[in-house]
């Protein structure tokens, strides 16, 4: 695909951290003419106006939806039924619909029997972010050397497929094609199980009697602040999260338990071997990690 822009309007409903960084990739990168979005907050709508990451900010979601090309869902997932259903009526034939969701299988399910004939529905989860939220925390070069997931139904027109991951791939993005069950199970693993132990141990450590939790705060150390950076993430969007995935993430919970409790017991019985082979095989899997250049 040549290099020339790639989308003449773009509607962003929802201007958060992810919102915001496309925003600011596809301006500085010329992927789209004209940008616009939607946000439930006057304080959003102002301040992305203010930073000049969109022409236009309006609190309707269909009104910059109407006449745009591409349309970007960047609100927590569990908005996306009720927004689809708002946004359906004023769409065109032609007109691309996306989002940056973190669940697959439900945003499937929730939006892409509500969108007319001719538009259709390009999931996409670009696996970036940080703890921080709203239009003033996102950055250009969030997505860069970053996985970006697509997950399309089956039929999904594949010229409005290719034009999507174009878009993440000028974005600084890797694009990989999954099916949506498969991401929601791989992701259930790799991020929302580590999201639900770090808002798990951090709450625990608040539970703890004051002048205990005073010291854990005081004297934290690397492992303890990495988990209060998670356990920092935006609790609307981590709780529509786990809904939206239980199934999945039930099950990684059960292996998890399962595995906590063998733990346990090899502490208890002073079972050094078997916690030696543990950490040496994870160490093995962060420096693989590191070498694909995802630390």
């Known amino acids: 695909m040549s290099d020339d822009v790639l989308f003449d309007r773009v509607a962003l409903i929802g201007i958060g951290l992810i919102g915001s960084s496309l925003a600011r990739a596809m301006k500085q990168f010329g992927l789209a003419r004209d940008i616009t979005c939607s946000a439930r907050s006057q304080a959003s709508r102002d301040k992305a106006l203010e930073l000049g990451l969109v022409s236009r900010a309006s609190a309707d979601a269909a009104s910059v939806a109407a006449d745009a090309d ?106 990989e094609i999954m099916d949506a069950a498969r991401h929601d199970r791989v992701l259930a693993i790799t991020s929302h199980l580590p999201h639900l ?13 004051e002048d205990t939790r005073s010291e854990v705060i005081k004297f934290s150390a690397s492992g303890f602040r990495d988990f209060t950076r998670i356990a920092a993430s935006d609790p609307v969007m981590w709780r529509d999260i786990f809904l939206s995935n239980r199934e999945a993430v039930l099950e990684v919970i059960q292996r998890f338990t399962e595995d906590l409790t063998a733990l346990q017991r090899a502490i208890r019985r002073g079972e050094g071997d078997t916690l030696e082979d543990l950490f040496t095989r994870t160490r093995a899997i962060r420096r693989s990690i590191v070498d694909a250049k995802q630390a």
């Open 70 to 175: 591409l349309v970007v869902l960047c609100t927590p997932v569990g908005t996306y039924a009720g927004l689809a259903a708002e946004i359906a009526p004023v769409l065109r034939p032609g007109t691309i619909v996306s989002d940056v969701g973190s669940v697959k299988m439900a945003v499937v399910q929730d939006v892409a029997p509500l969108l007319p004939e001719g538009v259709p529905f390009v999931p996409a989860h670009p696996i970036a972010g940080t703890e921080f939220s709203g239009p003033e925390s996102g950055f250009a070069e969030l997505f860069r050397g970053r996985w970006c997931l697509l997950t399309p139904p089956e039929g999904t027109d594949p010229v409005a497929v290719e034009k999507v991951a174009e878009l993440w791939r000028r974005c600084g993005s890797m694009v």
């Open 197 to 209: 132990i770090a808002y798990t141990i951090v709450g625990t450590a608040t539970d703890l009697e």
